[in-house]
């Protein structure tokens, strides 16, 4: 048995239900994908050209493993949440909106769970 | 619909004007590219895990891969996605600090958004260069 009110349970969450949950999300993962991605460009110009063994030998240091790993964390979570934003702007349909933000987070999982996979096959 | 509007009166009601009525600050053109940009990494993000996907299943993906990135399509695809982070980051940057509350009198705001664009266009194409020299001689 719960004495909070029906209006405390609302209070602060707004018309999507959801308070500002996703807009801090968003926020951080941004914040957290300044020096990723700045690292991430860098690394990659570094395999520009590189044969596959020393693509794998780049993945065997664990502190690139982590830190790649971490990339793709926060990049799928901010893309999850990015790409929905538009889809809610975009489409009036309410069946079409569903359908989408539904692909949208398949999108953002199976992009996020080949990367691990990989990574983590190759580092460990 | 405009028949039931206009039926049984004089005039027709007013229109708003729409979105192209209005001359294009840069800040709407920086927000606009900010999303298209963004659209465009979700793309990246699946090229990232073709990439990795590659690299673990062996040579020969691998190589499909590396000669598929050669190709001239293939290197305008990766131009676009250096371009979008390039942008995405940079523009994504100044989302933060408008966040916190800075930035927003006009001429910033406008002054910004141009520098952004131009920042990006020369921060893609000097790394893209980097990867050039490096792939085809020449000593960076």
Redesign the interface.
Same mark, same amino acid.
């Given at each position: 048995m719960s004495y909070r009110t029906p209006l405390a349970k609302v209070d602060g969450l707004g018309a999507a239900h959801s308070g500002v949950e996703h807009f801090w999300r968003q926020?951080v993962t941004? /914040?957290a994908?300044?020096p990723l991605?700045?690292w991430f &460009?860098y690394a990659a110009?570094g395999l520009?050209?590189a044969d596959?063994d020393t693509?794998?030998a780049f993945?065997h240091e664990p502190v690139n493993a982590v830190l790649l790993i971490l990339f793709?964390l926060a990049? /799928?979570i901010h893309?999850a949440l990015?790409?929905q934003v &538009?889809i809610e702007d975009y489409l009036p349909n309410e069946t079409q909106k569903i359908v989408a933000l539904m692909l949208n987070r398949a999108?953002a999982w199976?992009?996020g769970a080949?990367?691990l996979?990989?990574?983590l096959?190759?580092a460990i | 619909m405009a028949e039931n509007a206009a039926s049984g009166r004089a005039h027709p009601r007013p229109l708003s004007p729409h979105l192209q009525i209005y001359r294009w600050p840069a800040t709407m053109a920086t927000s606009i590219i900010h999303r298209m940009t963004g659209m465009a990494l979700s793309a990246g993000a699946a090229i990232l895990a073709w990439w990795l996907a590659a690299l673990a299943a062996g040579p020969d993906q691998y190589r499909l891969f590396c000669n598929l990135a050669a190709t001239p399509l293939g290197q305008i695809v990766l131009f676009g996605v250096l371009w979008s982070i390039s942008f995405h980051i940079l523009s994504g940057f100044r989302h933060l600090v408008w966040d916190i509350g800075y930035g927003f009198a006009k001429k910033t705001s406008n002054g910004v958004s141009v520098l952004i664009v131009l920042l990006s266009i020369v921060l893609a194409t000097g790394i893209f260069a980097l990867g050039y020299l490096k792939l085809h001689g020449g000593t960076p």
């Open positions: 926020r941004a /914040v994908l300044v991605s700045i &460009v110009l520009v050209g596959r693509a794998l993945l793709i990049t /799928v893309m990015g790409v &538009v999108f199976a992009v080949v990367c996979l990989a990574v096959k190759i | -």
